[in-house]
Nanobody, 123 residues
Framework: VQLQASGGGLVRAGDSLRLSCAASGPTFSTYSIGWFRQAPVKEREFVAAISESGSLTKYAGSTQDRFTIDRDNAKNTVYLQMNSLKPVDTAVYYC?????????????????WGQGTLVTVSS
């Protein structure tokens, strides 16, 4: 499966953004999809994940109350709605595919990655 993230941009603190992760290939619905982010000089960290059918979601503690992940398998797309953005949310956001829901928070367990989209939040 090939993934392409989009929707990033420059926003102010408190604004919202919706990221999209578009996938190609017939097997999209067999993968859990995760969002990760990487800020300058920091390691890539888990943000959120959604199971193959969309029935399960998981969030990092820092984003749980502000971000929402969902998916539309008919459109081969996963979304990340980000509300109440803060400057600390500034990072390149990546989507990735994983077939094992039990490991969705582990960066090393993902087989396929998109190219990333930059989110910059000004104060």
């Amino acid at each position: 499966v090939q993934l392409q993230a989009s929707g990033g941009g420059l926003v102010r603190a408190g604004d919202s953004l919706r990221l999209s992760c578009a996938a190609s290939g017939p097997t999209f619905s067999t993968y859990s999809i995760g969002w990760f982010r990487q800020a300058p000089v920091k390691e890539r960290e888990f943000v959120a994940a959604i199971s193959e059918s969309g029935s399960l979601t998981k969030y990092a503690g820092s984003t749980q109350d502000r971000f929402t992940i969902d998916r539309d398998n008919a459109k081969n797309t996963v979304y990340l709605q980000m509300n109440s953005l803060k400057p600390v949310d500034t990072a390149v956001y990546y989507c990735a595919a994983n077939r094992n829901w039990r490991t969705v928070s582990l960066r090393t367990q993902y087989s396929f990655w998109g190219q990333g989209t930059l989110v910059t939040v000004s104060s």
